[in-house]
């Protein structure tokens, strides 16, 4: 039996404990290996990269719910998509009318989002759909910010609010790096009100901050290993079981062990699902450095 979904790993698990009683308590083992396998496991099948506007007066920023570890951060100025204001905006209209809802260069290739966020001066809106060059289904002044009035002409900025799928490298733009400094430096170095375009990130409290405060809108975009997907019975599958059934095999008989109280049979499921992670991270490790001879490379290029 090919263990590939939820409902095949559940049957696998019970079948390898030859218990038939263990309905509601299997989803519990598949849990507690999800975790394991989320503290032990850093591969590229775990990579994830996502963007979020960083929005000028905003120092701090929720990271990704699904968050382990950071690779890469950085940011660039170029905009999501950008237009201007076709006609004067009232400060309760639920419609905005744009010049152009699909205009080039900008980083949605196809132009303003079906519904998402933009940004008019201080003020951000929700809009659910666009009509020809209207955004419809306005909802004014969200995420803390003041519904006002606006002037043909200025500009409409699509932001994201929170970190969504997606990246700001793929197209000749200006790309800056940010460096890490620690919570106490960055409340040192950046006290108080200073703005700017932003030069470090700190993490705190399940946030990103960043010094000096963004003075305006940027694209930022994170690299960084994701947890596993739960397994569910509406999410049945994930790219970790596809690609490796034994270690969520493994896994989910190592935590039900002590539970059936066989205590004799837990170093054997250890000793099986340790193996098994130390091979896929030997076998990630291998292929991120092969197709190439290792060459030392100094400030002026390799050597």
Known sequence: MAINTYATLQTAVANWLDRSDLTD??????????????????????ESVNVIS??????RYAIPSDYLQLRTIKFTKSALATDSLNS?????????????????????????????????????MDYTGI????????????????????????????IYKTFTSGTISDKTRPIDPLQYVSPELLARVYAGNST?????????????????????????????????ADLTDSA????????NPDVYLYGSLLEAEPFLMNDQ?????????????????????KDSHSGTELRVMNTGGYH
């Open 236 to 243: 049945t599958t994930n790219d970790m079981l596809t690609n």
């Open 131 to 158: 009509s020809t060059n209207t955004l419809t289904g306005v909802t004014r002044g969200v995420n803390g910010t003041t519904a006002a009035t606006h002037n043909s002409g200025d500009t409409v900025s699509e």
């Open 54 to 59: 960083l929005v000028g007066g905003t120092k």
């Open 265 to 285: 049979r837990v170093s054997l499921w250890l000793a099986a699902f340790e193996k098994a992670i130390s091979d896929l991270q030997l076998q990630d490790d």
């Open 196 to 228: 700017g375009r932003p030069k470090v990130y700190t993490m705190r409290a399940g946030y990103l901050l960043f010094g000096p405060v963004p003075d305006s809108i940027y694209q930022l975009e994170i690299d960084y290993y994701a947890k596993v």
């Open 25 to 46: 308590r299997i989803p519990e083992f598949i849990d507690l290996a999800e975790a394991r396998i989320n503290r032990a496991l850093r591969i590229r099948l775990m």
């Open 88 to 124: 004067d905006m009232t400060d309760s209209q639920d419609t905005a009318v744009l010049g152009d809802a699909t205009p080039s260069g900008g980083i949605l290739s196809a132009g303003f989002s079906s519904s998402g966020t933009v940004m008019i001066g201080l003020e951000q």
